[in-house]
Nanobody, 120 residues
């Protein structure tokens, strides 16, 4: 299994940027599909972005496409989410997730989340 720890959240003004990081334990990080989800107060957890094992394929929710970029550094067991042009509706707890199947499979491992607040 893999232990996931998110960091990089914080308070930012609309139009600003943040970069989230997810550090993973283990020596098999490169075998995992990685993803970011988010959950706003009173809402269901929703998919944000995913990246394939090698980083060759990326996927984005329509709501963040063109603004967010997912990447990974397998040598450092870390996945990133660069968030630009942030909007108030991006406010949520952001969770890192992993599986060994595909971007659209059930995610088996989850971090505890990091808070992102976009407010003027």
């Amino acid at each position: 299994q893999v232990l996931l720890v998110e960091s990089g959240g914080g308070l930012v003004q609309p139009g600003g940027s943040l970069r989230l990081s997810c550090a993973a334990s283990g020596r098999t990080f490169s075998t995992y599909t990685m993803a970011w989800f988010r959950q706003a107060p009173g809402k269901e957890r929703e998919f944000v972005s995913a990246i394939s094992m090698s980083g060759g394929n990326t996927y984005y929710a329509d709501s963040v496409k063109g603004r967010f970029t997912i990447s990974r550094d397998n040598a450092r067991n870390t996945v990133y989410l660069q968030m630009n042009s942030l909007k108030p509706e991006d406010t949520a707890v952001y969770y890192c997730a992993a599986n060994q199947r595909s971007a659209w499979a059930r995610y088996d491992y989850w971090g505890r989340g990091t808070q992102v607040t976009v407010s003027s």
